[in-house]
Nanobody, 129 residues
């Protein structure tokens, strides 16, 4: 089992930045892929960013060049640096850990299904004037 706990959400103005963190505990060596997905009110889940062991990453087109996913050296904390935030980035953001080896592109879809691994409880990000 893996437990995930997100932090760092909040309310910001358009153009500002936020950094989300996800603390992972438990059998973290069983989850070779980690990532972030989001869900806005009334919309489907969207994979935002993923990272695999070794550091290869993938991003959705909607956040590419604005968001950066990273892990600390212990691999137990996942980050999402979000720059130039837009109102359409408003959503609940979830940390996810995938139990199966896959490419970061494949993982962008996999992390939106809990059958592939574990989710945190989410942290709200609101971008508004």
């Amino acid at each position: 089992q893996v437990q995930l706990a997100e932090s760092g959400g909040g309310s910001v103005l358009p153009g500002e930045s936020l950094t989300l963190s996800c603390a992972a505990s438990g059998d973290t060596n069983t989850t070779p892929v980690m990532g972030w997905f989001r869900q806005a009110a009334g919309k489907e889940r969207e994979g935002v960013a993923t990272i695999v062991s070794g550091g290869t990453t993938s991003y959705s087109d909607s956040v590419k060049d604005r968001f950066t996913i990273s892990q600390d050296s212990s691999m137990n904390t996942l980050y999402l640096q979000m720059n130039n935030l837009r109102p359409e980035d408003t959503a609940m953001y979830y940390c996810a850990a995938v139990k199966y080896p896959m490419t970061p592109v494949q993982a962008l879809r996999a992390i939106t299904s809990q059958s592939f691994g574990y989710w945190g409880r989410g942290t709200q990000v609101t971008v508004s004037t």
